[in-house]
């Protein structure tokens, strides 16, 4: 059985390396991708402060469907270059915005979200969605949290299929 340890690291790259090597304890034996999705999601939730909301959107039909997540209800469909999402996607690269007001096209789910990160998932050479992290808190997100959450996504993607 799984249990959720508290992360007690100041420094964030520890923190994460910590929370990946969780995250491969968790995700260990099942490679069920929703399944392995939403426990992402869930130790996400509850391991890193000042969230609103974290989860995935998966590409199906050339545009991005909503996945498993936590939080409040959430956009369902995002079409590809549209918001956050919408741009790691189209670009596949991670994008960091302390601002979301402030970000031009910008899909306001949550009026409380301030700030957002969103990491495209990508395996052999394949989108198949984006990880997705939003804020009630400007300028939440840094380098260290966009490198910890890639390592996260290619836990992630090493044991899904």
Known sequence: ???????????????????????????HGERDFIANYANTAALLWHSLPDLNWVGFYRLLDGQLVLGPFQGKPACVRIQLGKGVCGTAAATRKTVLVPDVHAFPGHIACDPDSCSEIVVPLIQNGKLLGVLDLDSPKLGRFDTADRAGLEKIAAALLASSE
């Open 1 to 27: 059985m799984f249990e959720l340890k508290s992360i007690d690291c100041p420094d964030k790259a520890e923190a994460y390396a910590e929370l990946t090597g969780q995250l491969q304890a968790l995700l």
